[in-house]
């Protein structure tokens, strides 16, 4: 097999275009075919000389990320807190400050505040729901990652679904509907979308891998269980030579909402005070290992340790099952997401044996792997 990101990805299998992408003269898609979803990629518009304006957007209840470009130009990795609501439930302190912490964009001619820490939302609270995407608080983001790329039009957005959401066409048609055609983003400014390919949310990291070169034989010849631990939920899927095993997905809400529920829990009982998990969010995403708690700062890793292996803990339980049903030997762990690092010694722990892949970014691999695909 060609070691080509561009000619890869990673099927000789006939294209069924109705699944798939039709994008020019190229097929680019997942295509259901004898029960596997094969990710094809015959060729790109980079690959064909053509300048196309991409962007990868991974909408997150935590993160936001961009990553914007062309070919020629290569990927700039953008990434904003994920927390959205409208500018009325914002503190008029933080409006009116010289640096607001946010985006201002527009939802349904409404005024919203996007891209910033939740806990700058009073009275708003954020809805962990499978309906997410077709959520005003999405639309927000999706508008606040529209005004980063900077640009007046976009040929092509690539963004993705869990793969139990994917699978489902209408809501996947339905998604491509919401996110393609003009935007309007500011009461003054329209940014027109022109192209929406939405992917199953693993494919994104599973192409960032790809593009990065490392343990192809075990991506062209084995099997790559790809975990994907975000706020809300902790997805998982596993490939054979690219092709999806559809069975094989699953979901576990064990997330690091999860985590930052029980360590926030055990906090209030040693220091009495409730950090919340909006502080406690905010702190991993700092990377700082204390928060101020009572006038305190407080060392909440072993916290955060507690709680991760506990969560984690679940989520491999029901993986593990999952995978012993279908007689799925992986060959790979492909662990990526904003809870790569909380889950990483748990996981390490449930396959002691197997080589596990935490890329460079794991909080902004999806975002990459759908850019490359879309250029």
């Not at 196309?52 to 936001?64: H, P, Q």
């Not at 906090?267 to 700092?286: S, W």
Request: hydrophobic share 45%.
């Amino acid at each position: 097999m060609a070691r080509d990101f561009n000619a890869l990805i990673v099927t000789s299998r006939p294209v069924d275009t109705e699944n798939g992408f039709r994008i020019g003269k190229c097929t680019v898609g997942v295509a259901a075919v004898h029960r596997p979803v094969s990710i094809h990629a015959k060729c790109t518009a980079g690959a064909l000389g053509v300048t196309m304006v991409t962007a990868g957007i991974d909408i997150g209840y935590s993160n936001l990320k961009v990553v914007i470009g062309n070919f020629s130009t290569g990927p700039r990795v953008m990434i904003r807190p994920g927390g959205a609501c409208p500018l009325e439930s914002v503190a008029q302190a933080i409006q009116q400050g010289r640096n607001t912490p946010y985006l201002g964009v527009t939802v349904r001619d409404n005024p919203w505040a996007a891209a910033m820490d939740p806990e700058h939302c009073q009275h708003w609270e954020r809805e962990l729901t499978p309906d997410f995407p077709f959520s005003d608080p999405y639309l927000a983001l999706y508008h606040a990652a529209l005004l980063q790329t900077g640009e007046p039009y976009l040929d092509r957005v690539v963004t993705g679904l869990p793969v139990s959401q994917y699978l489902n066409t209408t809501l996947r048609k339905s998604l491509i509907e919401r996110l393609q055609g003009k935007h309007r983003v500011q009461e003054d400014r329209v940014i027109e979308v022109r192209e929406v390919i939405v992917l199953p949310q693993p494919v994104g990291a599973y192409l960032d891998l790809v593009r990065s070169g490392l343990h192809l034989d075990l991506i062209e010849q084995g099997r790559v269980v790809v975990i994907d631990p975000g706020f809300f939920s902790v997805d998982w899927v596993a490939l054979e030579r690219g092709a999806i095993r559809q069975s094989s997905s699953g979901t576990s809400l064990e997330a690091v909402s999860r985590v930052l529920e029980l360590a926030a829990a055990d906090l209030a009982q040693d220091t009495k005070v409730n950090p919340g998990i909006d502080r406690l969010e905010r702190a991993l995403r700092e990377q700082r290992n204390r928060a101020l708690l009572g006038g305190q700062q407080i060392d909440i890793r072993p916290a955060i340790g507690n709680a991760a292996a506990t969560a984690a803990a679940q989520a491999i339980k029901l993986l593990q099952r999952n995978m012993r049903s279908l007689d799925i030997q992986a060959d790979l762990i492909l662990l990526t997401g904003g809870g790569a690092t909380l889950f990483y010694p748990a996981i390490r722990e449930a396959f002691p044996n197997l080589t596990i892949h935490v890329p460079i970014d794991p909080v902004a691999a999806n975002a990459i792997g759908f850019w490359y695909l879309g250029v």
